[in-house]
């Protein structure tokens, strides 16, 4: 997802539902079902592989292995 | 007990987001689970053990391949999060453990005694690993997934561990003593 965002106006009573839904989910934020929901009813597909890059694996690896979760 | 024997159990997440607590509560609850205390024995950091294999080196022996998994079918194993990338194919129940992600950092960074220099960009990584895993625990058809939040756990213990009991689906988990299991004490490392 990008980073980059902007504010966008829904009625109060859809907010309500959605905190409502919160609790039943993973979700932290209304922002990030909102941002879900909308994603996959655009069909808009993120591609997992692609922006987890090599150089975030590498940082991973580091960390782990400072962790002690890898040789 | 027994679980299903031609399934893979598996407690998984990103470090320090809450699956040493979930294996406690499994434990608890009378699942069937492997782990030694030996590899990496309980520590401040986790004073109620880290139900790991192999001091949680799991990953490497995936990735090399090696990992046996068929010998752990119908009982749980701690595979974090990247170890995931690398399952073969199977059967799979996965829960996996979510937290808030300052708290991750945090208790990491505790755990390693290190101070990190770029903690923005190391946030950013963890982020999009998160993202990647579960988006490929959710696509695969041969893995089961279940998200459990470790701070809901924390705040409403009850509604979060009867979602593990249905997942699990098997009647003679011990539900009291898993909701019973749930220290709060152990919540450090807390963002508000």
């Known amino acids: ?71 | 007990m027994k679980l299903n024997q031609n399934i893979n159990y598996i407690v998984s997440g990103l470090e320090r987001s809450g699956t040493s607590m979930l294996m406690q509560i499994l434990h608890a609850g009378g699942a069937p689970m492997a782990y030694d205390h030996d590899s990496r024995p309980p520590d401040d950091s986790n004073p109620k053990g880290y139900f790991e294999l192999e001091g949680g080196k799991v990953i490497t022996r995936l990735m090399e391949g090696n990992f046996t998994l068929d010998k752990h079918q119908g009982e749980f194993i701690k595979i974090t999060a990247y170890g995931l990338k690398f399952l073969p194919e199977g059967r799979y129940k996965i829960i996996y453990s979510e937290r808030n992600i300052d708290e991750i950092l945090d208790s990491m960074e505790k755990m390693a005694r290190i101070r990190d220099d770029s903690r923005e960009e190391t946030r950013d990584s963890f982020i999009k690993l998160n993202e990647m895993i579960r988006e490929l625990i959710q696509k695969r058809s041969d893995i089961e997934p279940l998200f459990i939040s470790y701070n809901k756990i924390l705040e409403s213990p009850e509604e979060n561990i009867n979602r593990i009991y249905e997942f699990i689906d098997s009647e003679e988990l011990d539900l009291e003593k898993m909701r019973a299991c749930v220290d709060k004490s152990l919540y450090r490392n807390r963002r508000n």
């Open chain 1, 1 to 71: 997802m990008d980073k980059e965002t902007k504010t966008v106006a829904i009625p109060i009573s859809l907010v309500n539902q959605i905190e409502k839904k919160l609790k039943d989910s993973t979700f932290n934020s209304v922002e990030d079902y909102v941002a879900d929901v909308l994603s996959k009813h655009l069909g808009v597909e993120s591609k997992p592989e692609s922006s987890f890059s090599e150089d975030d694996e590498e940082k991973v690896k580091a960390r782990l292995k400072a962790l002690g979760y890898m040789d």
